[in-house]
């Protein structure tokens, strides 16, 4: 086998928040990405609106250094994927890891392992990956670097890695000073030793391995990602296994289908910092982009056409979580000027990102204008449509549910890890909180500075709805992380919600004077002018059950005084709910109604009557 010693792939993993994107920020100023007068930001690899505005990263994305050694040897070049730290986008990181030869593993000097860093690290170990520790923020005030250090290699064994894999470099570094080190600090110091990320670069070099080949074999380039260029159209992201590829070669396409037919390779690009251009010839272990094939899939191979030989398609893990996505059915569909309503433009659009996305499916239901659209966890399918409805469709979105499995004649349901890191004094609380929603406890661990971590194992439908708890209960300051981790027999029922429904009666515009004596029924949604129809959902109730209120009453005129007089009660301000919000506030019998404009929570079934009697009919059969 022969290696390219000019070129080195690796894939950045770690917890979400634990400053992946940061250290390549990093890396891509002191490599040279930039030129002299580019505008800087922040997290330029996060280029999503979203993923600004979340601070995630939901797309793996690569982007290419050069790295000339200061040794004076000759310049590297450097291929850097980075990857989504939250477990919803898992099947990004696995095919980011399809990639490369190497990873980089971030962890947090104060956080340390958290459940995704425990997720991406068992796909690295699974897939015989060599592994650089890098602990990153070395300059809190709260650091502990030598207990991080010790839970690393404890995650390390517990995941089963052999002894090479845990005889891995440890760097430490501060990726918001660019600054990293070969010699461990003091707790919450910078280190001193070193003003740049070199060290770094120099480990990486050293541990990653030079991508290898056979020099006879026929070309294999495997597709592990698409994207879209509004000059060449789809755009196919390969890395070349075997063999080079050249720009207006014929090639075999081999698809999933295992068919195999002739095309001709119209654009060839290769990545420089965050540009795309174009190349000639590209050969093994190079990460490229071609343009072309507009059918091309995620998983598929292009080959030599005299001798083509597939390569294994990429597998993702079973989805956990449907949710069924439909046309907006509501009496306000179509108010908003250019939405996109029909049964066919969904439909479209959902296919649209079955394209791109592995992790996905769309099965079809009972209804026409309905799909089951089944992803890893509620934040990635929560995405999926906060994106919709940027693009102007308007959707009808229900409660999110578990997909279960048959196992050993069984139906078995997803179980995640939960940890949770909070002030000692809510422990009692959030026992109880997870206690109700059938989890248990594995783990505990008081760090004696008031602060304490828990770990649970907690089935996948219990976690629907528990992050607005938590926070109440530990007033905003827990945090709290889940990661799948089994399948284990069905638990039962769940009652998530303890508290009803303020279902709207009737079609109207909310007043303040039927708002001024409903707040004292419960917690209202829905501020004064908002247009209501029946059916919809406008509050909380403080009682269990659901009740039909009239919030469009108006004050009479009397002989007595006007029906705008001034009222010496104030109106609480409502309580806005965001998309995730509103899909966790669901209960079975209860959608969300997506609109560019708003985002509403709504019955099922808007008739008042008509659900009476099927909530009778319900009782009667049990």
């Known amino acids: 086998m022969q290696t390219r010693t000019d070129l080195r792939n690796v894939a950045i993993v770690a917890h979400v928040d634990h400053g992946k994107t940061t250290l390549v920020d990093a890396m891509l100023r002191q490599g040279g990405a930039f030129s002299a007068r580019a505008e800087l930001t922040d997290r330029v690899m996060d280029s999503g609106d979203l993923e600004r505005e979340k601070g995630i990263t939901i797309l793996a994305k690569n982007t290419a250094i050069t790295y000339a050694p200061a040794d004076g040897s000759d310049p590297v070049t450097i291929n850097i994927i980075d990857t989504p730290g939250h477990a919803d986008f898992g099947g990004e990181v696995e095919r980011g890891l399809t990639m490369v030869d190497g990873v980089v593993l971030l962890v947090d000097a104060s956080e340390g392992p958290l459940p995704q860093t425990r997720f991406v690290l068992r796909k690295a170990l699974k897939a015989r990956l060599p592994i650089i520790l890098v602990i990153n923020k070395v300059d809190r005030p709260d650091a502990r670097i030598a207990e991080v250090i010790d839970e690393t290699y ?59 080949y056979d020099e006879g074999a026929p070309l294999q380039a495997h597709v592990t990602n698409l994207d879209a260029s509004p000059f060449l159209g789809r755009l196919a992201l390969c890395r070349v296994r075997q063999g080079e590829i050249r720009k207006g070669q014929s090639l075999a396409w081999c698809k999933t289908d295992g068919t195999i037919a002739n095309v001709r390779i119209a654009e060839l690009l290769m990545t420089y910092g965050l540009e795309r251009r174009p190349a000639e010839s590209a050969g093994p272990g190079d990460i490229i982009a071609i343009a072309g094939i507009p059918e091309i899939m995620i998983g598929e191979t292009l080959a030599d056409a005299e001798n083509p030989v597939a390569l294994p398609l990429i597998t993702v893990d079973e989805p956990a979580i ?58 990635a399918l929560a995405i999926l449509v906060e994106q919709m409805r940027r693009e102007s469709y308007e959707l009808t979105v229900g409660k999110p549910q578990v997909v279960t499995r048959e196992i050993d004649g069984k139906t078995c349901e997803p179980v995640e890890r939960l940890t949770i890191d909070a002030p000692e004094e809510y422990m009692g609380a959030i026992t109880q909180l997870l206690a109700t929603r059938k989890g248990r406890m594995e783990q505990y661990t008081n760090h004696n500075t008031g602060w304490i971590r828990m770990e649970w194992l907690i089935p996948a439908r219990g976690l629907i709805g528990f992050r607005t708890e938590f926070l109440t209960e530990t007033r ?77 009453k108006e004050k009479k005129l009397t002989n007595m005084r006007s029906s705008t007089a001034d009222e010496t009660e104030k109106v609480i301000p409502p309580r806005r709910l965001s998309l995730e919000q509103a899909l966790e506030f669901c209960r079975d019998d209860e959608c969300v109604e997506v609109t560019p404009a708003a985002v509403r929570i709504r019955k099922v079934v808007l008739d008042a009557s008509q659900r009476a009697r099927l909530t009778a009919r319900r009782k009667h059969q049990s």
Not at 505 to 511: I, L, P
Request: with cysteine; net charge negative; glycine share 8%.
């Open 154 to 212: 404890e995650l390390f064994l517990d995941l089963d890695a052999d002894e090479q894999q845990i005889d891995f470099p440890i760097v430490y570094a501060c990726a918001r000073d660019g600054v990293a080190s070969l010699t461990k600090p003091e707790d919450g110091k910078v280190p001193d030793d070193s003003d740049s990320v070199e060290p770094l670069f120099r480990t990486l070099l050293d541990t990653i391995p030079a991508p290898a």
């Open 322 to 379: 449907s949710m069924v996505i439909g046309t907006n059915t509501s009496p306000l569909v179509g108010k908003v000027k250019g939405g996109k309503v029909t049964a066919r433009m969904v439909k479209d659009r959902l296919e649209k990102e079955l394209v791109g996305n592995v992790s996905l499916r769309v099965l079809p239901t009972e209804r026409p204008d309905a799909w089951e659209v089944q992803g890893r966890g509620e934040l």
């Open 476 to 552: 905003g300051t827990g945090i709290a992380h889940h990661v799948f981790e089994t399948y284990e027999p069905w638990f039962g029922e769940l009652r998530t919600r303890n508290n009803g429904s303020l279902v709207a009666d009737r079609s109207g515009v909310v007043t303040p004077f039927a708002m001024l004596n409903l707040q004292e029924r419960g917690q209202l949604f829905v501020e004064p002018t908002t247009e209501v129809y029946e059916g919809m959902i406008v509050g909380e109730n403080s009682r269990a059950d659901d009740m039909d209120v009239n919030i469009t």
